[in-house]
């Protein structure tokens, strides 16, 4: 099979490893017999699989035991409005910085008076709003560390003496951070740890005191920490799936994830700083590391370009319709390999 490089901004590239443990696991789960996909959750090999996924993530951002995690549905979506059902009392406080974030924002608004702290809106998300004032009598603050389809991300976390909540969906596990700083992280599975149909959410047990509002079971935290992620039948293809995503990320340790990180942004930037045909597209400083938007500076240009990738086997790069131009998504995953061979084509394009 020709490699293909695949720049793809979710569902995403997984390794190779954690895919074939995959298909094992559908065609013979744990030496049962039996495929993954047709046994009960709640049997004792499905159970450990559960447990192990719950408890890596907190093993790989270096959370203690004042910390859970649990496996959810509905996506990343859904947590925009899990998060104001359990935790929006009164107020809300919100960073806005691109189409999630808004959509975040938006949910929050049926259920409470939301705050936006600060917009980058102005400049169509092209940078991250620094210097903001958090009001201190908001319920929690909430922002996205990573603006999937803007290509900006946040380099630093501000200090928040409220709770801090996040959506990490597009980089979570792909650099060191201080998670100790939040309060609840959640992430879509799709994008950095495995495929679609669960949501990672990550909670500090202490804020489910917070919780005033009667809630739906489905909505409610403490109905899924209470039940180990189990109070009704997980996603277990995808669960699974992360499982073996986890273990190759705690396997390669997220110093050198994030050194690999590093040197393949600087690769891409690179060349689309020094190519005389491209530009970037957000503020320099606030570059994604996981997800580089760039553009040609002849738009005419864009269908000779997308066919030299085709020939090149490179996979997933146009960019988000409401930015246009490309996207080349570099999570963990794909390997510098990768980078190199968009950049040759890049190199060599003679428009
Ligand atoms: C993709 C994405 C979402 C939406 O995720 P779903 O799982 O499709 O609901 C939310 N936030 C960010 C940052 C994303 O990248």
Redo the contacts with the bound molecule.
């Keep these: 099979m020709k490699k293909i490089h695949n720049f793809s901004a ?1 569902p995403a590239i997984l390794p190779s490893q954690a895919i074939q443990n995959s298909i094992e696991a559908l065609k013979n789960f744990e030496g049962t017999g039996l495929s993954l996909i047709e046994v009960s959750h709640r049997g004792k090999e499905f159970v450990e699989v559960m447990n192990n996924a719950r408890k890596l993530p907190l093993e790989i951002l270096g959370l203690g035991s004042d910390y859970e995690s649990i496996f959810l549905q509905g ?3 859904l947590q925009f409005c899990m998060i104001p059902f359990n935790f929006l009392n009164s107020k809300a406080s919100y960073l806005k910085t691109g189409v ?1 974030a808004s959509n975040a924002i938006k949910e929050a608004g049926l259920l409470g008076s939301t705050q936006v702290v600060a917009s980058s809106e102005d400049k169509n998300f092209s940078y991250i709003p620094k210097n903001y004032k958090i009001n201190e009598d908001s319920d929690y603050f909430h922002c ?1 560390s ?3 389809i803007y290509g900006t991300q946040m380099h630093s976390f501000p200090e928040c003496k409220i709770p801090m909540f996040c ?1 990490m ?2 980089d979570i596990f792909s650099r060191k951070i201080d998670a100790s700083k939040f309060d609840l992280i959640y992430a ?1 599975a ?2 950095n740890m495995g495929p679609a149909g669960t ?1 990672l959410v990550i909670l500090k047990k202490s804020i489910l005191e917070k919780i005033t509002r009667k809630i739906p079971s489905m909505l409610d935290y403490r109905v899924h920490l209470s039940k180990e992620s189990m109070y009704n039948t997980p996603s277990v293809f995808a669960v699974y799936c992360s499982l073996q995503v986890l273990k190759w990320i705690k396997d390669k340790g997220i110093e050198k994830i994030e050194s690999d990180n590093r040197t393949k942004q600087q690769i891409l930037y690179n060349e689309i700083d020094n190519n005389e045909f491209f530009e970037g597209t957000a503020m320099v400083e606030d570059r994604s590391w996981m997800n580089v938007t760039f553009v040609l500076k002849n738009e005419k240009h864009t269908e000779k370009f997308m066919q030299l990738c085709k020939e090149a086997n490179i996979v997933g790069i146009k960019g988000h319709r409401s930015v246009g131009g490309f996207r080349a998504s570099l999570y963990n995953a794909l390997e510098i390999e990768s980078v190199n061979a968009l950049v040759e084509v890049m190199r060599n394009f003679k428009p």
Excluded: L, R, Y
């Design positions: 979710g996506g990343a979506s999630w996205t990573n603006n999937t959506d969906s597009s879509g799709q994008k949501t």
